[in-house]
Nanobody
Framework: QVQLVESGGGVVQAGGSLRLSCAAS????????MGWYRQAPGKQRELVAQ???????????DYADSVKGRFTISRDNAKNTVYLQMNSLKPEDTAVYYC????????????WGQGTQVTVSS
């Protein structure tokens, strides 16, 4: 089992920045990848960014086109924490942001955090 706790959400004006944190605990060594997803009201949950934390592609990052060049995902192994630095925020970035960890063979286990609200005002 893996437990995830997000923090860092809030209200920010357009053009501002926020940094989200996701602290993992439990079976840390089993995690293969971690990612940030978001879900806006009335919309499906979508991938924002992900980082590979094990295997041959460790450290690889992927981003949604809508956030490339503005958001950066990173990890601190010593703190078992993944971050999402969000710059140049836009009102359309407003959503609940969720952290996800994938583990096991073929990433068959998925763990989610409770979510943190990000609101960008125009």
């Amino acid at each position: 089992q893996v437990q995830l706790v997000e923090s860092g959400g809030g209200v920010v004006q357009a053009g501002g920045s926020l940094r989200l944190s996701c602290a993992a605990s439990g079976e840390i060594s089993s995690i293969n990848a971690m990612g940030w997803y978001r879900q806006a009201p009335g919309k499906q949950r979508e991938l924002v960014a992900q980082i590979t934390t094990a295997g041959r592609t460790v450290g690889r990052t992927d981003y949604a086109d809508s956030v490339k060049g503005r958001f950066t995902i990173s990890r601190d192994n010593a703190k078992n924490t993944v971050y999402l630095q969000m710059n140049s925020l836009k009102p359309e970035d407003t959503a609940v942001y969720y952290c996800k960890a994938s583990s096991g063979t073929y990433n068959r286990f998925q763990y989610w955090g409770q979510g943190t609200q990000v609101t960008v005002s125009s």
